[in-house]
């Protein structure tokens, strides 16, 4: 049995990717296309809900070697299933995993689609997803991918180069550090807890992989701002570009408000996100739903005095 150990996870893929419109308990039947574009036989892919304790069957009845594709059948789930969020791993003809290096994270949305294309190993990013899949087309939104990241094939940007979010002096006591990352690539996280345990800060700055031209700002950014919550079930409240917050930071600025989780463990989140072209910054505020009722204004101090390091 193989160990049950992610490759990359579909939290929010189902939002984006699967054409469904699902409600109530009535189960949904869900198919996907992979491509396999890792210059790799890809032996063996694996898809589960993010729940299920083991990966069950091989997906695939026959190798399927680079430039090839086929359609998977994932059966049929319901609503609450399809938001719980799918993890995905593909293995080559020899049982080991194709690309291990590819750090776990989201996939680059082209565009809303059941096409899953497993990426080139020179990229950094594992997986895109597109309504259709066309071997120039998709060429080419790669070349427009490496121009809007800088190269797009994993440069170390250096630390002197990225400006850190910075202000916004926290108006709490006894504050507790939960992580403090600063990466080779400038990208940064960092994680605090007030002293009742109630109120997470997460300050983070990541590599942008923001396509222009390709996907639209606002959902690009909604999309980060969910993928601070490793919840399974989320509600979007509100997503909205704020102008002051935009003019002093020279970037269209988002607030994100959701909700994430259920009954006792639901949190909500009210995040600061913006994109500058080399990262995407997040600065978000989690908390009980009670607990952030009364917040709101304090959040919005807070996001008012934010500003990047190289700024004056």
């Known amino acids: 049995m193989r160990q049950r150990r992610p490759l990359l996870t579909f939290t929010l893929a189902l939002l984006f990717c699967l054409s469904l419109a699902a409600c109530g308990a009535k189960q949904y039947p869900m198919e996907i296309t992979v491509v396999n574009r890792t210059t790799y036989p890809i032996a063996d892919i694996r898809i589960s809900l993010t729940s299920e304790e083991d990966w069950g069957e091989n997906r695939l009845e026959t190798t399927l070697a680079e430039g090839e594709s086929t359609e998977i059948d994932l059966g049929e789930y319901t609503e609450g299933q399809l938001n719980e969020g799918f993890s995905l791993q593909f293995y080559g003809e020899d049982g080991e995993p194709v690309n291990p290096d590819y750090d776990p994270s989201s996939p680059m949305f082209f565009d809303n689609g059941d096409f899953l294309i497993f990426a080139p190993p020179d990229l950094s990013v594992a997986l895109f997803l597109d309504t259709a899949y066309d071997k120039e087309a998709y060429d080419q939104k790669i070349v427009e991918s490496y121009a809007a990241d800088?190269?797009?094939?994993?440069?170390?940007?250096?630390?002197?180069?990225?400006?850190?979010?910075?202000?916004?002096?926290?108006?709490?006591?006894?504050?507790?550090?939960?992580l403090s990352e600063n990466h080779d690539d400038g990208t940064y996280r960092y994680e605090d807890i007030t002293e009742d345990g109630q109120l997470l800060v997460v300050n983070t700055a990541e590599q942008s992989c923001f396509v222009p031209d390709v996907q639209e700002l606002d959902d690009y950014l909604t999309a980060c701002a969910l993928s601070l919550s490793d919840a399974g079930t989320y509600e979007l409240l509100s997503a909205e570009e704020h102008e002051e917050y935009s003019k002093n930071l020279s970037y269209p600025v988002y607030i994100v408000t959701y909700t994430a989780g259920e009954n006792e463990d639901t949190r909500e989140w009210t995040v600061f996100v913006m994109d500058t072209d080399i990262c995407t910054y997040l600065y978000g505020f989690c908390a009980p739903p009670d607990a952030a009722a009364d917040m709101g204004e304090t959040y919005q101090n807070i996001f008012s005095q934010l500003y990047l390091s190289d700024e004056e």
């Open 150 to 178: 800088g190269d797009g094939r994993g440069d170390v940007i250096s630390r002197d180069d990225i400006p850190v979010l910075m202000g916004g002096a926290l108006p709490f006591t006894n504050m507790q550090n939960l």
